[in-house]
């Protein structure tokens, strides 16, 4: 029994298909099927149910999958506290970003991560919130940049810095000669906003349901914020971006960009791990970067 047969075991009951954990673990599917056929032999027993689709441990795989979920853990206990005795900060980050996020901040830390960790491997990917908390469950990712508050249980956030809420107002809108914007003036059918699944729309949801009722019905969603600014651009519409979003407008469009009348505050970028993660080392040496990235050294 080796540590590869368990890490690709356990690969395939997250994936539920032989040929997404082969994906996943960057082998061929014979070499990783052959890999668990012979755990199985060594065993006994018959650990995955191959006539299911998806793929679903045994009685028997579910047994040996939670000894291997142990055994993995301390593994990799065991190579982070041998690199933290050597003074070294390595490994793999498996790190999911959400996408109101990833477009105005990934840039600023990963050169600086890159050239001060040479050790670390990182990879990235951009994810919804609820597809990074089912990832940190099932061990996909090690670690993510999401809003504070929105993972659950079973999830720790160590907030970051703060992001403030704008709003951002076509010419066309009533509301465009004020600087500052009550959320009660706010005519919601002017509104547009991020499609479901982005955490961002919840909470600007929330931010609104928290003075009135809102509409059931809204004229034009989308997963990107820059498409939202472009449709206001040419619309009497407008929507409410992040801070970390407006040194990318347009100097042309900047007279577009409102505050939002106290109360109608912010979010809280935070990183988020399971609770049994272990690479503190990593997670320290990102939170350093991200945090001196934005110019902000303090916690939020």
Same mark, same amino acid.
């Given at each position: 029994?080796?540590?590869?047969?368990?890490?690709?075991?356990?690969?395939?009951?997250?994936?539920?298909?032989?040929?997404?954990?082969?994906?996943?673990?960057?082998?061929?599917?014979?070499?990783?099927?052959?890999?668990?056929?012979?755990?199985?032999?060594?065993?006994?027993?018959?650990?995955?149910?191959r006539s299911k689709k998806p793929v679903i441990p045994t009685e028997a795989?579910?047994?040996?999958?939670?000894?291997?979920?142990?055994?993995?853990?301390?593994?990799?206990?065991?190579?982070?506290?041998?690199?933290?005795?050597?003074?070294?900060?390595?490994?793999?980050?498996?790190?999911?970003?959400?996408?109101?996020?990833?477009?105005?901040?990934?840039?600023?830390?990963?050169?600086?991560?890159?050239?001060?960790?040479?050790?670390?491997?990182?990879?990235?990917?951009?994810?919804?919130?609820?597809?990074?908390?089912?990832?940190?469950?099932?061990?996909?990712?090690?670690?993510?940049?999401?809003?504070?508050?929105?993972?659950?249980?079973?999830?720790?956030?160590?907030?970051?810095?703060? &992001?403030?809420?704008?709003?951002? @107002?076509?010419?066309?809108?009533? *509301?465009?000669?004020?600087?500052?914007?009550? /959320? !009660?003036? #706010?005519?919601?059918?002017?509104?547009?906003?991020?499609s479901p699944g982005n955490c961002m729309r919840d909470q600007i949801i929330?931010?609104?349901?928290?003075?009135?009722?809102?509409?059931?019905?809204?004229?034009?969603?989308?997963?990107?914020? &820059?498409?939202?600014?472009?449709? @206001?651009?040419?619309?009497?519409? *407008?929507?409410?971006?992040?801070?970390?979003? /407006? !040194?990318? #407008?347009?100097?042309?469009?900047?007279?577009?960009?409102?505050?939002?009348?106290?109360?109608?505050?912010?979010?809280?970028?935070?990183?988020?791990?399971?609770?049994?993660?272990?690479?503190?080392?990593?997670?320290?040496?990102?939170?350093?970067?991200?945090?001196?990235?934005?110019?902000?050294?303090?916690?939020?």
């Amino acid at each position: 029994m080796t540590i590869i047969q368990l890490e690709y075991l356990l690969a395939v009951a997250n994936c539920g298909s032989f040929s997404q954990a082969a994906e996943h673990c960057f082998v061929t599917q014979p070499s990783l099927s052959m890999q668990i056929k012979s755990l199985e032999e060594e065993l006994g027993v018959v650990l995955l149910d191959r006539s299911k689709k998806p793929v679903i441990p045994t009685e028997a795989g579910l047994v040996v999958l939670e000894r291997a979920r142990e055994t993995i853990k301390a593994y990799n206990c065991i190579r982070e506290a041998v690199a933290e005795l050597k003074g070294e900060t390595a490994g793999k980050l498996r790190l999911g970003v959400i996408p109101t996020i990833a477009p105005y901040l990934l840039h600023k830390f990963i050169p600086a991560f890159v050239h001060d960790y040479p050790k670390v491997e990182l990879e990235i990917s951009e994810m919804i919130t609820s597809d990074i908390v089912e990832a940190l469950k099932r061990d996909r990712i090690d670690a993510a940049l999401v809003a504070s508050g929105t993972c659950g249980e079973g999830i720790l956030e160590q907030e970051l810095f703060n &992001d403030r809420f704008y709003a951002y @107002v076509s010419p066309e809108n009533p *509301l465009y000669e004020r600087q500052n914007i009550r /959320i !009660e003036d #706010i005519d919601l059918k002017d509104l547009v906003i991020l499609s479901p699944g982005n955490c961002m729309r919840d909470q600007i949801i929330e931010l609104c349901q928290a003075r009135r009722t809102m509409p059931s019905h809204y004229s034009f969603e989308s997963g990107s914020l &820059d498409t939202l600014m472009r449709i @206001v651009d040419c619309t009497p519409c *407008l929507t409410i971006i992040p801070e970390m979003a /407006i !040194e990318y #407008i347009p100097a042309e469009h900047r007279d577009q960009l409102k505050t939002l009348c106290k109360g109608a505050t912010s979010r809280k970028i935070a990183i988020a791990v399971r609770r049994t993660y272990v690479k503190n080392s990593i997670i320290k040496a990102l939170t350093d970067t991200i945090l001196s990235s934005v110019g902000d050294t303090r916690p939020a």
